[in-house]
């Protein structure tokens, strides 16, 4: 027998006994939640109800202008998508290495068994599902939706190179540190920036032809540097972490606790000169822990922001009022947890100095998201573009601060009532929705500024500062 049927006769074995494994977790599950003869009934009534209203309604037909909308956007942003994909893989980079290289084939990888071949068959596999789950998604679209046949299989080719072309670039990166991992990913969403701008569609195949020989250049050092620690610990939680067993047995699976990327910084290990070092360094590692969760909010509003330049200007504005609104909360839900982590759940702290030294991260997300905003207001350069610009800045500070406002006083366990402002804020966040209709609503800023002021001197004044 061969070396490579030798290896890859251990790697299914390793395979077979996980998804045994699996199943057996899967029909207990099944046994606590289903009755069999009910779950049986019940897939017949929803299949029979189901294939009723497709075979004698006309869903079709009524959806047919939807569909038609759908195909005619899709086919002035694939070549936007073709740039905006590689931003996907390197915000996961962050908290995935691409292959899910598990303990059990690390360990098989010090028995005489060749580690590179046992990637190797994790890639193959990852690519056989990627064929399959393409090939059936492709076929059943095809069937069910007056979708054109080439623009379905253009775009799931396109995603399914992808997957596959952006693997190894993937790994290598999650190896990389932080800053390493920032900076292309900065470069990509500088890259696609100026393909707007400039309205180029040459720089997203560029950049296709440049990852395809990134890819070839690195398999030639793919083990060198690699963190098999954090490889293994984070395969095994994407592995065993099932959303089902958790939901059902009300148990969360937990990563291992990881170290910090400032763990090694000369600069932490400096003595605190001012009480606004502390917390300065409190943020620090917070963020640090919660950085994946930041990456992946922060990546999609951007995709977001960036795909929605191609679609009516409406459609933009609807987007540019979903992005401060879902920004600004998930600043406020990060502040909250802050005070349920670590120390800091257990001693008091000056919350308005938590708040002061908080602005300056957030500000940093903030201002990446505005790229985009800027990059679109300068494609449509008019009278009114420098107003607007100023109103959705001051709506996104107003709202930022009444999202955290409110958390404060939560925390602090405070009287104090915000209605007010808050429908102020929704307001707000609405009229960006709506100003592309009435530029002149931009004016509006002048007043939001004036009321920002305003509610941060009383903050000053008879703000919470504490918490017990």
Known sequence: MSATKTDLRAYWLIRRGRFAKKKKVYKQVAAVVFDLTTAIYVAALVGYIGMSLFLTGNITEELAPFFTFVEENASKGYLLLLSVLPIRYIVRSFQHSGILFSTSEYQLGLLPFKREKIWAFIYVEKLLKLLLFFGSLAALLILVTPISSSLIISYLTLFAVYDLVMT???????????????????????????????????????????????????????????????????????????????????????????????????????SFATKFSIYHRLWQLYLAKNLGVIAQVIGAILLMLVAFQFFEEWIYYIGMAIAIHVYTALCANLFHNRFQADI???????????????????????????????????????????????FIISVFLYAYHVNMDKTIILLAKKSGFLQLREGLSLLFIILVAISHILPVISLTAIGIAWALYFQLQNNNENGPKSIN
Request: glycine share 4%.
């Open 344 to 390: 800091v759940e257990l001693l008091p702290w000056d919350l308005s100095m938590y708040k002061r030294t908080y602005f300056k991260w957030m500000a940093m997300g903030g201002g990446l998201l505005f790229l985009p905003i800027f990059s679109y207001f300068i494609r449509h350069w008019d009278v009114w573009a420098p107003f607007q610009l100023v």
């Open 168 to 270: 190894v670039p993937q790994w290598k990166l999650f190896q990389q540190r932080f800053w390493m991992k920032a900076g292309w990913l900065l470069l990509f969403i500088l890259s696609n920036l100026t393909a707007v701008i400039l309205e180029s569609e040459l720089i997203g195949i560029i950049q296709l032809v440049l990852i395809i020989f990134a890819h070839i250049v690195i398999l030639r050092r793919l083990f060198m540097e690699t963190n098999w620690v954090r490889v293994t610990e984070l395969s095994d939680y994407y592995i065993w972490n099932m959303l089902v067993v958790s939901q059902v047995s009300q148990t969360k699976f937990k990563k291992k606790k990881s170290y910090s990327i400032l763990q090694n910084s000369t600069r932490r290990k400096r």
